[in-house]
């Protein structure tokens, strides 16, 4: 079992800052892909950033240019790093972690974290 563990939401002025982390901890042999997920009220999941194995990122393009992702393999954390928010980045975030679970590679499967909410005053 895997278990992503979120935190460094809160509440911030437009065009302030902040840095969100996941680590993940349990039993498997490799992450492949972790990245940041986010739903706000009324809205769909969507993909924010990911940060592949072999330090391949991918933003959405309403991010590009304003968050930075990055990823720790020793500590199996990634960190979303927030700059020039916006009301409309105020939503729930979700970690998200692609895992080849066993001892060795094989089988992946999906993680998700419980959620922390950022919210983006104007």
């Known amino acids: 079992q895997v278990r992503l563990v979120e935190s460094g939401g809160g509440l911030v002025q437009a065009g302030g800052s902040l840095r969100l982390s996941c680590a993940a901890s349990?039993?498997?042999?490799?992450?492949?892909?972790m990245g940041w997920y986010r739903q706000a009220p009324g809205k769909q999941r969507e993909l924010v950033a990911t940060?592949?194995?072999?330090?391949?990122?991918n933003y959405t393009d309403s991010v590009k240019g304003r968050f930075t992702i990055s990823g720790d393999s020793a500590k199996d954390t990634v960190y979303l790093q927030m700059n020039s928010l916006k009301p409309e980045d105020t939503a729930v975030y979700y970690c998200?972690?692609?895992?080849?679970?066993?001892?060795?590679?094989?089988?992946?499967?999906?993680?998700w974290g419980q959620g922390t909410q950022v919210t983006v005053s104007s």
């Open positions: 349990g039993r498997f042999f490799s992450i492949l892909t």
């Open positions: 940060f592949s194995r072999n330090g391949t990122t």
């Open positions: 998200n972690a692609d895992v080849v679970v066993g001892v060795t590679w094989g089988p992946r499967q999906d993680y």
